[in-house]
């Protein structure tokens, strides 16, 4: 019996420009371009393992070691693989044929906003793409699957492109800056709530454009505007320029999701808190040290530079006496201390 198997590791992405909105459902292609941070393969990750072999009689997939039903978005990018790996001549077209099984295990809460689909999905398409010899970019395969994987796909900072072709063509990742660009900048992500989160970003951005005006001005004015910035922070590594834009776009996104109706509240008591928080020790420093961006759920993904660590660290631990690293389970909603941020 013939297997074939690869096995791979994809980190999740934090968007510091987000992507809310979809015009193509199908394509997933978004309604303004977006930027973020891919992590380092530490730890955040998804492990996938993807075979295939005449023997398996259906396609099949686990997930953290349960098994899943296969999703339409799955078919839709294996179909989209295939077809990119027949423009390879040389292809063996029988393995094409051949069903497969996909193993994928996160090392973090899974559908929390933590960016999971986006690691499962570009370590999927990675995968796949090596299993079938395919070269070249696959990012726009990525979105297929997910969006925002599409940004997984690469290191360092990269942007999602809005793209004008109405095929999807050019909707694809590019990467601004190697990860070694800027080698200072660190991510703590504090888990708020680890919990499945109750509006999925799918459709919540599907509310979203269908009901809030917000999106609209967003997607034409304010986005575009805080990809010219951020592109130039980066390339730059003007951590001024870079924080403001990171929060005003999360609070921007955020504004959105309370402007749909009914309206989605991703951030719960805990997530001001923490944004306050952020405020208040920028103020206290007259500079910004820190920066926070929440996705579509409570947790808080503060970006700053390593030098900063140790004193942004201890005030947190002080503010959250509960908190516990990641592999241990996070910390919970009733996690703050009570008092004003305003007096540390
Ligand atoms: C808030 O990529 O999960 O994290 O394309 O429907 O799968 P689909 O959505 P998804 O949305 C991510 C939204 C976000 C912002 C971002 O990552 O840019």
Redesign the pocket.
């Known amino acids: 019996m013939v297997i074939l198997s690869v096995t791979g590791r994809a980190p999740i992405?934090?968007?510091v420009?987000?992507?809310?909105g979809?015009k193509d459902e199908r394509l997933?292609l978004?309604l303004n371009g977006?930027i973020?941070g891919t992590l380092d393969l530490t730890h955040m990750c998804a492990t996938t393992t993807v075979a295939i072999s005449e023997s398996f009689s259906e396609d099949q997939f686990w997930l953290n070691g349960l098994e899943c039903s296969l999703s339409a978005?799955f078919s839709i990018v294996l179909e989209a693989i295939k077809k990119r790996a027949l423009e390879n001549e040389t292809i063996d077209r029988e393995k094409l044929s051949w069903k497969i099984h996909i193993c994928s295990k996160n090392n973090f809460p899974t559908a929390a906003?933590l960016?999971s689909?986006?690691a499962g999905?570009a370590c999927l398409v990675f995968c796949l793409a090596r299993l079938y010899n395919i070269d070249g970019d696959v990012s726009g395969i990525a979105?297929l699957?997910?969006?925002?994987?599409c940004?997984s796909m690469y290191g360092g900072f990269v942007e999602?492109m809005v793209g004008e072709c109405r095929d999807g063509r050019d909707s694809v990742a590019k990467q601004i800056i190697p990860a070694n660009h800027w080698p200072n900048m660190a991510v703590l992500i504090l888990v708020v709530n680890a919990g499945r989160k109750h509006t999925?970003?799918?459709s919540g951005?599907q509310t979203s454009v269908q009901t809030s005006r917000l999106l609209e001005h967003r997607a034409k004015l304010v986005v575009p505007d805080h990809i010219d910035l951020m592109r130039g922070a980066l390339l730059q590594k003007d951590f001024q320029t870079f924080a403001q834009v990171t929060m005003k776009d999360s609070n921007s996104?955020h504004a959105v999701c309370m402007d749909t109706y009914p309206p989605i509240h991703y951030l719960t008591h805990v997530s001001h808190h923490i944004i306050n928080l952020v405020h208040s020790i920028n103020n206290y420093f007259r500079t910004c040290k820190v920066a926070y961006t929440f996705?579509?759920g409570p947790n808080a993904c503060l970006y700053l530079l390593d030098d900063d660590l140790p004193t942004i660290l201890s005030l947190i631990r002080y503010f959250y006496p509960k908190i516990q690293n990641v592999e241990e389970g996070g910390t919970d909603d009733d996690a703050c201390r009570d008092g004003d941020v305003d007096e540390f």
Do not use: E, F, H
């Open positions: 992405n934090i968007a420009v987000k992507y809310w979809k997933i978004p977006s973020s978005r906003g960016a689909s986006a999905l979105r699957g997910s969006g925002s994987a940004r999602w999925s970003s799918t951005m996104m996705d579509a």
